[in-house]
């Protein structure tokens, strides 16, 4: 009948994809024989390319900043694993995987601020990453014309441990062809404690970098997050950031002033720096709702 070949086919699809995520693990008779995240074909796909916007097509626009707190729990797969000692080299947090990437070259296009007009290299963002200073016993070798000895010249380097936020420059627009509200994610910042003052009580956090998202979806496309809700499908970091699979709060809108940020007209109240956030997106929002309204 029918139905027989319906359910036939329903189970195969279905073990077709418990097949699509398992890594091995049920039939390993070794630990070397289990294969890591990147090892698996569906990590070969490529990502999912944006389509072509013409300008006549937006009809309205909003320019958006936001700030992912890495302390919310929904935000833990952007921050973790902060040790890898413990685990496979295919998971990384989004840190590790954007310095890697910066360093090895893959990643070109890093700026020192969202608006994306002063390019930078490892080279100039080297200080911001990492402290190189010496001990007093060093500072001694030094005066007395002797070499400074290794040993007395201590390195503090930005580890994904150090991470606080992410800072995150988005585009909303609507699409009259599709008559949709969509979003398009521009850039993206680790916010980490400046280093040179990273060891004192409460140190100022900086942006580190930004980096053009557009232009750094291929790398982010082969690099996976934990996914706390199957562990059987990692997605990657490309899929997380497109889908805002996170959570995050509006600090600054494109506006007449500037574009100045919400604590620059509402300082010294947090509550209401939120309602401040939540009042913007909630604009937005709105704003495709009030399309169909007659």
Not at 91 to 102: G, K, P, Q, T, W
Not at 165 to 182: M, N, T
Request: negative net charge; aromatic residues 12%.
């Amino acid at each position: 009948m029918n139905w027989n070949r319906i359910i036939v086919g329903l189970c195969g699809l279905l073990f077709s994809v418990t097949s699509f995520g398992q890594t091995n693990i049920l039939n390993a008779k070794s630990p070397d024989e289990i294969a890591g995240v990147a090892e698996q074909e569906y990590g070969k796909n490529d990502p999912l390319e944006y389509g072509y916007v013409d300008e006549r097509d937006v009809l309205w626009a909003k320019t958006t900043w936001e700030v992912v707190d890495l302390d919310e729990r929904v935000n833990f797969p952007l921050y973790y694993p902060i040790d890898t000692n413990q685990i496979g080299s295919s998971r990384r947090s989004l840190y590790d995987v954007l310095i890697a990437n910066i360093k090895n070259g893959k990643i070109k296009n890093i700026y020192a601020d969202s608006y994306f007009n002063d390019k930078r290299t490892l080279k100039d963002i080297r200080a911001a990453l990492s402290k190189i200073d010496t001990t007093d016993l060093g500072i001694e070798q030094y005066n007395a014309g002797e070499e400074i000895d290794q040993q007395y010249i201590s390195r503090r380097d930005i580890s994904s441990a150090d991470i606080a936020e992410y800072h995150i420059r988005g585009y909303w627009y609507f699409d009259k062809r599709q008559a949709e509200l969509k979003y398009r994610l521009l850039g993206i910042a680790p916010v980490a404690p400046d280093v040179n003052f990273i060891d004192s009580d409460e140190p100022a956090l900086v942006e580190l970098f930004w980096v053009w998202f557009p232009s750094a979806r291929e790398v982010l496309n082969e690099a996976y997050a934990f996914n706390p809700e199957n562990t059987a499908q990692p997605i990657s970091f490309d899929h997380l950031l497109n889908a805002r699979r996170f959570n995050g709060t509006i600090y600054a809108e494109d506006n007449v002033q500037g574009d100045r940020q919400v604590d620059e007209y509402i300082s010294n109240n947090a509550f209401m720096q939120l309602l401040e956030s939540q009042r913007i997106r909630e604009q937005i929002r709105n704003f495709e709702q009030d399309m169909w309204n007659y």
